[in-house]
Nanobody, 123 residues
Framework: QVQLAESGGGSVQAGGSLRLSCSAS????????MGWFRQAPGKERVFVGA????????IYEESVNTRFTISRDVAKNTMYLQMKNLIAEDTAIYYC????????????????WGQGTPVTVSS
């Protein structure tokens, strides 16, 4: 089992920045991929980006590719999502997720989920 806990959500004005954290516990993550997803009100949960724990390789959803950056601190077992130039459309609950395997974008590919942290961007 992998336990995940997000933090860092909040309210920010459009154009601002925010950094989310996802702390993981319960397993050695060397073979894992960690991902970020988001769910806007009334919409499905969608992929934001992911990082391979061992090599630090990343993939992103196209609309955030130039504004969001995913990183991880292996020693702290923590993944980060640095968001800049936020827009109203980024408003959502942000979830981190983990899977034992390579980079994937589908929600069904991930086995473990955090409870989510809300991000509200006001224009």
């Amino acid at each position: 089992q992998v336990q995940l806990a997000e933090s860092g959500g909040g309210s920010v004005q459009a154009g601002g920045s925010l950094r989310l954290s996802c702390s993981a516990s319960g397993r050695t993550l060397s073979s894992y991929t960690m991902g970020w997803f988001r769910q806007a009100p009334g919409k499905e949960r969608v992929f934001v980006g992911a990082i391979s724990w061992h090599g630090g390789h990343t993939i992103y959803e196209e609309s955030v590719n130039t504004r969001f950056t995913i990183s991880r601190d292996v020693a702290k077992n923590t993944m980060y999502l640095q968001m800049k130039n936020l827009i109203a459309e980024d408003t959502a609950i942000y979830y981190c997720a983990a899977r034992n395997g390579g980079l994937q974008k589908g929600t069904g590919a991930y086995d473990y989920w955090g409870q989510g942290t809300p991000v509200t961007v006001s224009s």
